[in-house]
């Protein structure tokens, strides 16, 4: 929705002060969100063997786009 109305907010978040975050979580607006090994590469998406797991229980999305939404505050607005 964000992209399609140009209101999406880019951020850089730096990794080196969250050493353990190896996480990839997909979320698809409020509707899924899909936690997997794979990396948004074309290896990841086609090449490699990854495992992944479809999220639709609403709290269980809401849990993720919490987490995410606590690590994109600690981001730098890249489009200011």
Not at 26 to 35: L, P, S
């Amino acid at each position: 929705e964000e992209l399609l109305a140009g209101t999406a907010r880019v951020r850089l978040f730096d990794v080196r002060y969250h050493k353990r975050l190896h996480a990839k979580v997909y979320i698809f607006d409020r509707r899924a969100a899909y936690v997997t090994s794979a990396n948004l590469t074309g290896g990841g998406l086609r090449g490699n063997i990854e495992g992944g797991y479809l999220v639709v229980v609403p709290a269980h999305i809401e849990h993720y786009r919490a987490e995410f939404d606590a690590l994109f505050a600690d981001g730098i607005d890249l489009l200011v």
